[in-house]
């Protein structure tokens, strides 16, 4: 039998269970979820524990009521809170619901759970946790799973070790470390949690996905933040690998968490990312490796620096992963990172990466391609990754680069601050042999806002805004638009001037406005206007070119700030640096721009046509199969 059909039948099973309880009693989405995920929890735990959990009326099973089948179901349960009483607290209580609890029981039978692979298990598992706590406010607990999977390829499991997540929720990170391990009974996989119902919910996943030996521990409190002895018990010791994301959106105040820190020590309050940080490195074995999903404060704000010379003065860190803002979106846009260290070891270069997407739209679904590919760029740092661990990463890119971090222990550690870019601006600025000037001693700031508010509503204008213009290539589009459909603060420019974007400026979107006469643009964008003393001098199109190259962006990579719509400081942007050559010089530089963007556009219009070919091509294919059926 195949995975997908493997997958289908698990699908209707898990279909069948909650209709049982909406049929019969009702019930919201999240408690049919529950009562699902106890039933099947109590059939696979049936399974691994055969001796223990025996049928008791094989003879009359064909005559049992409804009733009798609840209640050995429910004795069953009961037994289990007995034994594994942390992960089934007094609270977990069972499904009242007799009808729909013997229903399931006679589904169970009937498609044998435990027989299909722990892989298809895993994949409606997974489904089913998603479609649930998408539609409620439990998201947190739960990290994409192509980034879980992506985490698991980029770290080496331990075949014999303690694998941990201190903060597990649903239990991803297990789930995808039990699926790298295969048959290796000797590793160890314990999950920590501060809410009692995602611990069984943890419990269920890891269950499902075919580890019954996995321990998850519900620590109540202050969770894996307590005291040091509490959870080194639950664990068994140390930890070989810690793979964590770890809440990041709260602060911690209480002063007997916080005592117990040394990042929380004479604090009224601390980021509860920072606590984790350093009680994560504390519970790595010597050797051993964590790799976390940080936000981006940890490795860049200097309030921050405390936890950052703590982890460089107990580890090395080996890499550094930029997650764009939509990794966690539509609940989050909070950047964030992947953080790797290893305890105890020497620090060498830096494996850094800056990610553009993931495969994910802002409302969370799938983002594809035209042809059915998932838009992701994870495949490609990977790869990067193990020619960097290999020893042979030789060109950089946004997708892999080799950082050779400062001596500063408490300094910034963000991918950004390390992108080749700026080593390569601040290199070309200093061997440049042209004058180095300002932008604000070139050009005049016309940042003033204005309203269209004051004009006929039918008035036509002519408007640019960031939709308008095209990502590096200096190309736009002016629109001839009524004024009363622009409802935002807009700038006024002129022919001549310079619009520089400041929202995003890794697009790139800077651009000369040519014989256009006025018109308004975007807040946006910065309007930049060349100072009367440089008229004749300076050729305001030949900046605008200079503000889309590599040595502008290498001064500013580091400097963009924001979370969900990144920008540049207006005052960064002022003292950008561009090398003035002569009139002539850049009136060539001027005319080769254009040669390059007619070739580019050349490319793209082959391109049209090849791929308007191919699509014709596979029309007529499936006209003459169609004429044959």
């Not at 049992?64 to 992960?87: D, F, G, K, L, N």
Request: glycine residues 8%.
């Amino acid at each position: 039998m195949s995975i997908s059909t493997d997958i289908t039948k698990l699908h209707s099973l898990a279909r069948s269970m909650s209709a049982a309880f909406r049929d019969s009693n009702g019930g919201g989405i999240m408690e049919r979820f529950e009562n699902v995920s106890k039933l099947m929890f109590l059939d696979l735990y049936r399974h691994y524990h055969p001796a223990v959990f025996a049928f008791t009326d094989n003879t009359n099973k064909g005559k049992q009521t409804s009733r009798s089948v609840y209640e050995h179901e429910r004795a069953a349960w009961r037994s289990i809170q007995a034994m594994e009483p942390e992960i089934l607290g007094s609270d977990s209580n069972f499904p009242d619901d007799v009808e729909a609890v013997a229903k399931c029981r006679q589904l169970l039978d009937a498609s044998e759970l435990s027989e299909y692979p722990a892989s298809a298990r895993g994949v409606v598992y997974e489904e089913l946790l998603s479609n649930t706590f998408e539609k409620n406010e439990n998201q947190q607990f739960f990290t994409p799973t192509q980034i879980v999977d992506f985490i698991i390829n980029l770290v080496d499991i331990p075949k014999d070790g303690t694998i941990l997540d201190p903060a597990c929720g649903s239990g991803g990170f297990l789930c995808s470390a039990q699926s790298a391990l295969g048959d290796h009974p000797d590793a160890k996989l314990v999950g920590l949690d501060i809410d009692e119902r995602m611990c069984w919910i943890a419990r269920t996943n890891v269950l499902v996905h075919g580890s019954e030996s996995a321990t998850i521990c519900c620590l109540p409190g202050a969770g894996s933040l307590g005291e040091f002895g509490e959870v080194t018990d639950k664990v068994g010791g140390f930890a070989d690998l810690i793979l964590e994301n770890p809440p990041f959106g709260s602060d911690v105040y209480d002063q007997g968490i916080l005592g117990l820190f040394k990042t929380g020590q004479n604090k009224t309050s601390r980021r509860r990312s920072v606590l984790f940080l350093e009680r994560s490195v504390e519970l790595l074995s010597d050797g051993g490796v964590m790799a976390a999903v940080v936000d981006d404060s940890v490795l860049n704000l200097d309030s921050n620096a405390d936890i950052r010379s703590l982890i460089r003065n107990t580890c090395a860190i080996t890499a550094v992963i930029s997650l764009p803002g939509v990794t966690f979106m539509p609940y989050s846009s909070a950047k964030s990172s992947i953080l790797i260290v290893e305890k105890g070891a020497e620090q060498g270069p830096v494996f850094m990466a800056r990610v553009s997407e993931v495969g994910r739209r802002t409302n969370g679904e799938p983002l594809f391609d035209d042809f059915g590919e998932l838009v992701t760029d994870l495949p490609e740092v990977l790869r990067r990754w193990n020619k960097f661990k290999a020893g042979n990463l030789s060109a950089n890119s946004d997708l892999g680069y080799v950082a050779e971090l400062e001596n500063d222990l408490g300094g910034r550690l963000d991918a950004s601050y390390y992108h080749p870019s700026r080593f390569a601006a601040e290199e070309s600025l200093s061997k440049t042999i042209y004058p180095v000037y300002r932008l604000k001693d070139l050009f005049d700031f016309v940042t003033s806002s204005a309203s269209l508010s004051a004009l006929d509503g039918n008035e036509p204008i002519s408007w640019v805004g960031l939709a308008d213009i095209d990502k590096k290539t200096g190309q736009y589009r002016s629109k001839c638009v009524l004024a009363k459909t622009i409802k935002s603060q807009v700038h006024c420019f002129k022919a001549g001037d310079v619009l520089f974007s400041r929202l995003r400026p890794e697009l790139r979107k800077t651009i000369f406005c040519e014989d256009d006469g006025e018109g308004y643009c975007s807040s946006e964008l910065l309007v930049l206007r060349l100072k009367r003393e440089h008229l004749g001098a300076i050729n305001p199109e030949y900046i605008a070119i200079a503000l889309r190259s590599e040595v502008t962006y290498g001064q500013i990579v580091y400097k963009v700030t924001g979370l969900g719509r990144p920008r540049i400081g207006i005052n960064n942007v002022r003292n950008i640096l561009i090398p003035i050559p002569s009139v002539e010089d850049q009136i060539d530089s001027i005319a080769r721009y254009h040669r390059a963007l007619d070739d580019y556009a050349a490319a793209c219009r082959r391109l049209e046509r090849g791929r308007k070919k191919a699509f014709d091509t596979l029309e007529g294919i499936q006209d003459t199969l169609a004429s044959t059926l």
